[in-house]
Each structure stands twice: as C-alpha cells, then as structure tokens.
C-alpha cells in the first residue's frame, strides 16, 4: 500500500500526551502572552489623547527614574535602613522609636500639604515642584552620606523627615498640575499608569538595595547619591513639562481673596464634621482602620529584626518589596468594585482584607513561622492595591461641589494626626509588652492593630447599611493615589 500508517507520534500515548499538552499549553499561553502585550503597549503615548501625549511622554519617563529618589525615604525601607544600619549604636529603646519616625513620615507628612497649597498659590507650579523634588535629592545624597554614629542616626531621621515634606509638596502641587494638563476622561488612566510604573520600579530597586547592603552594609554610601543622581533626571524632564492655560491659571490664583484664598484653618475641620455626620462617621471608620495599618509598620521592622534576625533584604522583602509587587496585579479587580457604587460600600469589603492581612502577623509572630509573615505582607499588598484607588475618592461621594476642597482638607488632617500617634503608639506598646513577656513578648501589639482594624471594618459595614440606599455618580473615572498613602 502506498499511503503511509499513522506516525508513531500520532499513535502512541506519549505522541498524544504531547500534542495535546501542546494545544493546551498554546491555548493558554496565547491569552497571557497577547495580554501582557496588550498591557505593556497601553502604555505607549498613542494611547493617550493627542493633547496629553507630549506631557505624558516627560512624565512617565520622570516617573522611571523619581523612584530612585523616593525609595529610601520610603516608610517601610526607611524603617529597616535604620533599624538594622544603625543597630548597636544607640539604646534599642531609642532606636525602635526613631524607626517610629522614620516609618510614620510618610503619613504625618501630609499636613503640610496645606503649607505648600498656600505657599505655592499664584506662583508656578513646575518652578515650585521641581524645586521640592531637588531639594529631596539633596536630601536623600545626605542620608546615603551619614556616618554609622548616633549624629549620623539622628540627622538621618531629619533627614527622611523633611523628604517626606519635599515629596507631600511634590504630591500636591502634582495633582494641581494633573487637573490642568489631562482631560477627565484620560486622568484615570494616566494616573494609573504612572502610579503602576512607580510602584513595580520601587519594588525592584528595594529588592536589590536590600541585597546590595547584605552583601555590604557601606554600600548605601555609593547607591543613594547614585540614586539621587538618576533621579535628577527626572527632576529634569519635569522641568520641561508644560502646564496648559497656566498664564491665566496663575492670574486666577493671584485674583483670589478672603475666604477662596486657600489657608490652614483647624476649625473648618470640625465645622465640616458637626455638619455632615454621615461624613463624620466615615472618618471615624477611616480613623480606626487607618491608625491599626499605621501602627503596624514599625513594629513589624523591629520584629523581623528581633525575632527572626531578619537583615536588610528580609526586612525590606516584607517591608516593601512583596506588597509592592502585588498592587498592580490587584488594581484591577478594587477598580471593577469601586465603580459600582458609593465608597462606603467599597470600604465595607476592601477593609476586610488589612484584617486578614493584620491576623496573619498575629498568628505568624505567635508561632515564629516566616512563611505567614509572607502571607500577611502579601495580602496587604493586595489591599493596597485598594487603598491607592479609594485614598483620594471617600471625600468626593460627601462633598457638595463647592466643598470638596474642604472636605479633603479635613480627610488629609485626620491622616496626618493618625500618623502622628499611631507609630509611636504601636512602638511604646511594643516596648511595654516586650519588658513584661519578655523576647517576641512585643509582638502582641500586632493584636492590637488587629483590634483597630476589625472595629473600623464592622463600622464600613454598619455605616454601608445605614447607607443602604444612598448612591453617588463620579464626574469621570477613579485616580490612583500614591502608593505612599495606600494604607492611611
């Protein structure tokens, strides 16, 4: 016969384990592959509106190179630089509450956002911010300077201090700028991008800044003036960026008197709590779930130090690495959520996971097992994946148009005073616990921080049935916020 029999290929269970394994695997890859093609290609300028494109271009190509300036002033990775550069050379005491500070910067830093409103008001904007920005730079090539001595431990939580103020003016001013240069329709998605970029470049630059100073702790004094060198290009390319209708921008601002002009007013904020007690119950929430995320932080540098031995990789691993990584992977999914109703409804779920993410910590410390301490970091990141997106939102479904200012003025106080207390807090009942159980006796205050978080959930909960039938209609799509202020 002429015609050939089947192939042994086609014939034997191994030929058709193959050749279907191969499909499968085809009709798998196929989606993922074309999906991270997708993904990587939205983030071509050809993406934007044409209008957007030439500001986008200077932004997304600053927003690569700011992380190198931002990432050791960041809470978590500034918290182990200190706590494990500087260990043995002050009183432990001392030192964990100076990894407080440092850890809490980010969050209390965010009173000053009214300074650098009112300072920079009727001036130019990219002028002001590009002058924060270099300012930081400097900053971080003095921190990356300092001797291992309790003058260099000292000026170097000063040091990220004021960064984080630099940085809370860079914020800003940024979202000023933002308004002026990209459509509502766009922002989101610019937004969003940007803030994806600066969280997966942090993510990478602390996993390799925590190796790097394992392998030699003297390395920060080469790798964060480098740093701050890189990040000056970005400094850079804002400075070319160009603010649309900034002439009469500028003029307008200059033309506003009395009560338009903006100012620091601590009264307004209650006046807006006693008025709108819908709004007020919502920062109680906020407040409770907020404060048990901020008081985790720096105890949780000073546990993985004391109590696994953790150096600088693991604890910028846990710190900062791990949750980093898994907010751009979640953004999808709160985004979907969050658009389906009222923030309050949102909050009801997205709060649930800092509590799971909060009881794994409980019980990994309890058992000393590192792979649920993992497990917690990695759920947080989850959850930040949220914060980022609702951080800016709750104020707009309570403000009338005309208050919206004033309303985020008193979201962005509450979270400054919560980062004021809640670090320092969390560091004295560490210490406490710790003298009276003894070693891995501190880590009970993560039960604590436990109990903060369950009560502002049960209070979304409670605040959402309340709120049954209340809905609200965004003007344009959800903007991501910093990642800095995922959990406050």
Same mark, same amino acid.
């Given at each position: ?15 058709? !384990?193959?050749?279907?394994? $191969? ?16 993904? @990587? ?19 997304? /190509? ?9 990432? =050791? ?57 590009? +002058? ?23 000026? /170097?939580?000063?040091?990220? !201090? ?127 779930? @907020? &404060? ?23 604890? &910028? ?67 930040? @994946? ?7 939102? $709750? ?5 009338? +148009? ?6 985020? $003025? ?5 979270? $400054? ?5 809640? =670090? ?29 978080? &369950? ?8 605040? +959402? ?11 344009? =799509? ?11």
């Amino acid at each position: 016969m002429d015609a050939q029999g089947p192939s042994q290929k086609e014939t034997s269970p191994e030929g058709v !384990v193959a050749s279907g394994g $191969g499909d499968l695997i085809s009709r798998i890859a196929g989606p993922v592959i074309r999906g991270a093609a997708q993904a @990587g290609g939205s983030f071509h300028p050809k993406n934007m509106p044409r209008m957007a494109r030439a500001n986008y271009i200077k932004e997304i /190509t600053a927003t690569s190179m700011l992380p190198f300036i931002l990432a =050791p002033v960041e809470g978590g990775i500034a918290g182990v630089l200190v706590r494990t550069g500087f260990e043995g050379v002050v009183e432990p005491v001392l030192l964990n509450y100076i990894v407080a500070i440092v850890t809490a910067a980010p969050a209390f830093a965010n009173i000053t956002s009214f300074i650098w409103v009112r300072a920079s008001h009727g001036r130019d904007k990219i002028r002001f911010l590009t +002058a924060a920005l270099s300012t930081m730079a400097l900053l971080v090539v003095l921190i990356g300077l300092m001797p291992r001595s309790a003058m260099g431990l000292y000026l /170097t939580a000063v040091a990220t !201090v004021l960064s984080r103020v630099c940085w809370a003016g860079f914020l800003t001013m940024r979202s000023t700028v933002w308004g002026r240069n990209y459509p509502r329709a766009a922002r989101g998605r610019v937004t969003g991008k940007l803030s994806t970029v600066q969280v997966s470049i942090i993510a990478v630059l602390g996993l390799g800044l925590g190796a790097m100073m394992e392998w030699n702790p003297d390395a920060r004094h080469v790798l964060l003036p480098l740093g701050a060198m890189i990040g000056a290009g970005g400094i850079w390319m804002w400075s070319r960026v160009r603010v649309r209708g900034r002439v009469a921008f500028k003029r307008v601002e200059m033309l506003d008197i009395g009560k338009d002009r903006p100012s620091f007013n601590p009264m307004s904020v209650v006046q807006v709590l006693i008025t709108d007690r819908k709004y007020a119950w919502f920062m109680l929430c906020m407040f409770l779930l @907020g &404060i048990g995320n901020l008081m985790v932080d720096a105890p949780l540098v000073i546990a993985v130090r004391e109590e696994f031995g953790g150096g600088y990789a693991a604890g &910028i691993l846990v710190m900062a690495t791990l949750p980093q990584a898994m907010m751009p992977l979640a953004i999808p999914f709160w985004a979907r959520l969050l658009d389906k109703g009222h923030v309050v409804k949102f909050r009801s779920i997205h709060a649930w996971f800092f509590v799971a993410a909060t009881l794994c910590l409980v019980v990994a410390f309890r058992l000393h097992f590192w792979p649920l301490v993992v497990a917690g970091v990695l759920i947080e990141g989850i959850a930040f @994946g949220g914060g980022v997106l609702a951080w800016n939102l $709750g104020h707009l479904d309570f403000a009338p +148009a005309h208050k919206v200012a004033q309303y985020m $003025g008193v979201h962005v106080t509450l979270t $400054g005073v919560r980062g004021i207390i809640g =670090p320092f807090a969390a560091v004295w009942m560490y210490e406490a616990f710790k003298a009276r159980l003894g070693v891995g006796g501190g880590s009970w205050v993560f039960l604590v921080c436990l109990g903060f978080a &369950i009560a502002g959930s049960i209070g979304f909960v409670r605040l +959402a049935r309340q709120m049954g039938g209340d809905s609200v209609t965004r003007e344009g =799509p959800i903007e991501a916020t910093p990642p800095s202020r995922a959990r406050e």
